[in-house]
Structure formats: structure tokens, C-alpha cells
T-cell receptor, first 115, second 113 residues
Framework: DTEVTQTPKHLVMGMTNKKSLKCEQH?????MYWYKQKAKKPPELMFV???????INESVPSRFSPECPNSSLLNLHLHALQPEDSALYLC??????????????FGPGTRLLVL | QKEVEQDPGPLSVPEGAIVSLNCTYS??????FMWYRQYSRKGPELLMY????GNKEDGRFTAQVDKSSKYISLFIRDSQPSDSATYLC?????????????FGKGTKLTVNP
């Protein structure tokens, strides 16, 4: 099983809503990532979790709050988002993030629209 | 200068053509080089993965890395309409105790039947 799954596939929310994005992998990977991808742009790293601990936060606004309940699950909690936060949110995982040789496997993404 | 440069295209070729996609980079610490394929409205899918310099072949796909020139390529032989997608190069290195993965902008490829 080399699959990373993400739910929901699509999400429309208002600026006052609270919602969560979910990501799951069963490859035994111990590192999980959140990326944001705007149209016609490469993915931009937001957060990295390694062994369920937040190891990298790329200066992401506090309206995005990641959570890693266990080694297979990764959540991204959203609150008071802005229209410019509309994008494709990608989850990825890799074996440990302990080495640059690790490749990341991506989920299909959640397409978010903030109204 | 950006760490990874990739011509965004678009690139349009007839079915059966050989496609050449390229990236250049400036950070000599990069050691791992990847090519991802991304269909419209989907997440990136890992295609090829190469360590250091050299060639790697997988079916119709060949990845080349020339570290002396800081240049990587992906060749697609006998291109098919199903190859129409955006191709992203990505490179990684371990710097300052943390892993760094940098993507190119992506090249949009259309293979016409």
C-alpha cells in the first residue's frame, strides 16, 4: 500500500467557519507534511511532523493549526481563513525525514475555497 | 537566483515524439533528484528518483542528472496523450540539521493525438 489519502476532496468554507482537513497513510512512514499549492505554482511547504512531533513550521499564520494524533494521521485545522487561502492542500509522507534521501509520497489533495 | 529553475512551458508535442524536460539548480548540496507528474486538479505523483549523477531508466522514462553542470533532465520516449500533465522536478538536501525539498515551477506538457 503506497497510498496517502486525504478527506474531503473539496471544501467550501466561509471566513468565520472552522473546518479540518484529514490525511492518512498506512505505509509505516514516520514523517508527514502539509503543503499548499496555488494554481500553476509548485507546492509550498507548510508543516513537517517527524515521529508525531512538529519539526518544521514554515512561518504559517496561526489560522492554520496542524495536529498529528498518531503516526498514521495528520490533521490541519482551519479557522478564520481568508479568500487568499483558497488553494489545493496536499499531504505527503516519507519514511522518517531523517535523511535527504527520502522521497515524499503525496495524497490527492483537498481543494479549498474560502468565500 | 532561484535554487531550482524550470521552464514552465507550455510544451506541446505530437504523439510518439521524444519529450525532453529540464531543470537547473544552484545549490550544490542537492543530492537527491526527483520527477513528479501532476495531472490537473490532482496531487503530484512520484515518477523517478535518482541519487547523485547518472542515468536511470524506467520504461519509457529516463532521468539524467549531471551534477557538474547542475542540470537534470527527464526524457519521455514514444509520448502518449496520457502523458499530458505538469511535470515537476524536485531536489532535496540535508542542511542545518533538517531536510530540505525544493520543487521547480513545473512544465506543462500536452501530447496531441
Amino acid at each position: 500500500d503506497t497510498e496517502v489519502t486525504q478527506t474531503p476532496k473539496h471544501l467550501v468554507m466561509g471566513m468565520t467557519n472552522k473546518k479540518s482537513l484529514k490525511c492518512e497513510q498506512h505505509m509505516g512512514h514516520r514523517a508527514m507534511y502539509w503543503y499548499k499549492q496555488k494554481a500553476k505554482k509548485p507546492p509550498e511547504l507548510m508543516f513537517v511532523y517527524s515521529y508525531e512531533k512538529l519539526s518544521i513550521n514554515e512561518s504559517v499564520p496561526s489560522r492554520f493549526s496542524p495536529e498529528c494524533p498518531n503516526s498514521s494521521l495528520l490533521n490541519l485545522h482551519l479557522h478564520a481563513l481568508q479568500p487568499e487561502d483558497s488553494a489545493l492542500y496536499l499531504c505527503a509522507s516519507s519514511q522518517t525525514s531523517g535523511g535527504a534521501q527520502e522521497t515524499q509520497y503525496f495524497g490527492p489533495g483537498t481543494r479549498l475555497l474560502v468565500l | 537566483q532561484k535554487e531550482v529553475e524550470q521552464d514552465p512551458g507550455p510544451l506541446s508535442v505530437p504523439e510518439g515524439a521524444i519529450v525532453s524536460l529540464n531543470c537547473t539548480y544552484s545549490n550544490s548540496a542537492f543530492q537527491y533528484f526527483m520527477w513528479y507528474r501532476q495531472y490537473s486538479r490532482k496531487g503530484p505523483e512520484l515518477l523517478m528518483y535518482t541519487y547523485s549523477s547518472g542515468n536511470k531508466e524506467d520504461g519509457r522514462f529516463t532521468a539524467q542528472v549531471d551534477k557538474s553542470s547542475k542540470y537534470i533532465s527527464l526524457f519521455i520516449r514514444d509520448s502518449q496523450p496520457s502523458d499530458s500533465a505538469t511535470y515537476l522536478c524536485a531536489m532535496s538536501a540535508r542542511q542545518g540539521g533538517s531536510e530540505k525539498l525544493v520543487f521547480g515551477k513545473g512544465t506543462k506538457l500536452t501530447v496531441n493525438p
